[in-house]
């Protein structure tokens, strides 16, 4: 196989014979061969060692031929590492402990030598760079300071958000400063990802959405922004995904990252009108679309190609994680049905 640096050249906008496609949570349990790690190993266990870690990661490139791979591991392995209990439970997800309420919880907090307690993070990048030899690029990633803080203060997985929006109107100080110290956690976290071999980064902001529109900015995308900037000198393409529609993707279009991600509930064209000028973008297929037949399928995926034409600056993903459920065969179906069509939109570019 060559090298592979699609998804890079689609992200600077250099010309490419077709659009690179990765998708998010590309490595779990919709794959068979995952769940056979999973018989014999749990979640943490898989994240904790270098070994499965790299099995896993490469288990969605072997299978699909991705134009990224994304290292295996789980946004929440920085909470445990500032202090709390991670557990996952069997199908009710994850449990930290205990909640973060009050004062003292964010001052116990335990950010000294934060890099020494995730030291098995950059054990994985390395050997997983190592596998992959330079032939398809690694992206590092984390949680935004927002989304960490969600889990933090809720401790699951949660419908209303009463913790944190608790905190936001009564004590909106403590909540600043969980965000300041995420942050700083967030960028000595990808700092060490990057010096471990990691070729470009992503941000996942899934719960920023929840906040009215007027404070995602105070509450969130300043802390990407932060995250962005911070990480510029570094040389490597930043992605901050955010969920929550048009008008927190374009919160963030005086960020200094390279590529914005996009939501399904987002329409691509408008999404690109607004920020595709200044940025590349990733997205924004529904992934429910990927219980559909496979006709269908094939007119979604032409619906978000043909927003970019011939132009580079677009890398092929969902809109969000992939289902577990979701059949590996639609799954095939959708990178061969993205490759046929953007190499002929590409095509078009040579005549
Ligand atoms: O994209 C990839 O393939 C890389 C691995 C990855 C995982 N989690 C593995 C995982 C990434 C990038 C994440 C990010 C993550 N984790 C986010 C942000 C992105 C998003 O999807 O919103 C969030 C919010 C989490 C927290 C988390 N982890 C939850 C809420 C859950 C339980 C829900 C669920 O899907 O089961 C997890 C578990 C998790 N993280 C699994 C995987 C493969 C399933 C664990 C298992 O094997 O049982």
Redesign the pocket.
Known sequence: MENNYLYIDAIYRKPVKRTPIW???????YLPE??KV?EKH??IT??KTPELATE??LQ?IRRFGFDAA???????VIPEALGQHLE?L?????RLSPQILLDEDVRKLNIEDIESRLSYVGDAVKMISTSLNGKTPLIG?S?SPF?LAT?MIEGK?TRNFKYIKQMLYHSPQRLTDLLELLTEAVVRYLKMQIEAGVQAV?V?D??GGILPVHLYEPFSARYLKEIASKLKPYGIPVTL?S?GGIDLARQLSDSEASMIGIDWMTDMGEAREILGSKFALQGNLDPTVLYGSKDIIRKEVNRVLEVFGNDSGHVFNLG?????DIPVDNVSHLVETVREISEKLHDKQAD
């Open positions: 998708i998010m949570r590309q490595a779990g349990r995952y769940m999973r749990d979640f898989v994240c896993v990661t969605p994304i290292l295996f591991s789980d946004i929440l996952f069997e199908n009710h997800g994850p990633f949680g989304t889990y997985p992503q996942f899934t719960w995904f969920k969000h994680g992939i289902l577990p």
